[in-house]
T-cell receptor, first 113, second 114 residues
Framework: AQSVAQPEDQVNVAEGNPLTVKCTYS??????LFWYVQYPNRGLQFLLK??????LVKGSYGFEAEFNKSQTSFHLKKPSALVSDSALYFC???????????FGAGTTVTVRA | DTGVSQDPRHKITKRGQNVTFRCDPISEHNRLYWYRQTLGQGPEFLTYFQNEAQLEKSRLLSDRFSAERPKGSFSTLEIQRTEQGDSAMYLCASSLGVRNTEAFFGQGTRLTVV
């Protein structure tokens, strides 16, 4: 079984401040981890993934995420948030031997000017 | 546009009617997935195909739901005898058949059952 928890429904930050969106996961084997962003009335847009290798992965639009195996976490970060980063963010996981994704419930990010 | 395409974008139907959605994946992608997303929740897996073969179906996919992918190209998702609980966003995604690749999602079909 595989699952994802996003403990914060909402994250509010001021523009220019660092942004962190938390994610913890559970899988029986080795995890493949993903972050997606969703804008209103739109599909999911891929941001970044961790498959193997360096624990810090960099993705689109200045986002990065850190894989922490001991804490089973994969937090999304951005050093300096923009108003345009305001959206709904989903963390997802799949087990090494699987192709289907399990998503968290999502975190709404609001960046105020 | 070479992304995943879904049609229609919105569908309003009366309870008890049948509806069919279409998904056109990225052309070189041999895996295709259907997910359902309700308000305030993350997408939930429904089913997936490798080429034309339907390899896995979720328990969420009741007997009223059927999906096809003839010739391994586009896919259709049909819901028979719709119920109000079927109201959701239906998302299609596709990926290469390689383990370390990500799935790309379409913009979804929003179904409202009245």
């Amino acid at each position: 079984a595989q699952s994802v928890a996003q403990p914060e429904d909402q994250v509010n930050v001021a523009e220019g401040n660092p942004l962190t969106v938390k994610c913890t996961y559970s899988v029986s084997g080795n995890p493949y981890l993903f972050w997606y962003v969703q804008y209103p009335n739109r599909g999911l847009q891929f941001l970044l993934k961790y498959i193997t290798g360096d624990n810090l992965v960099k993705g689109s639009y200045g986002f990065e995420a850190e894989f922490n195996k001991s804490q089973t976490s994969f937090h999304l970060k951005k050093p300096s948030a923009l108003v345009s980063d305001s959206a709904l963010y989903f963390c997802a996981v799949r087990d090494y031997g699987d192709y289907k994704l399990s998503f968290g419930a999502g975190t709404t990010v609001t960046v105020r000017a | 546009d070479t992304g995943v395409s879904q049609d229609p974008r919105h569908k309003i139907t009366k309870r008890g009617q049948n509806v069919t959605f279409r998904c056109d994946p990225i052309s070189e992608h041999n895996r295709l997935y259907w997910y359902r997303q309700t308000l305030g929740q993350g997408p939930e897996f429904l089913t997936y195909f490798q080429n034309e073969a339907q390899l896995e179906k979720s328990r969420l996919l009741s007997d009223r739901f059927s999906a096809e992918r003839p010739k391994g190209s586009f896919s259709t998702l049909e819901i028979q005898r719709t119920e109000q609980g079927d109201s959701a966003m239906y998302l299609c995604a596709s990926s290469l058949g390689v383990r370390n690749t990500e799935a790309f999602f379409g913009q979804g079909t929003r179904l409202t059952v009245v």
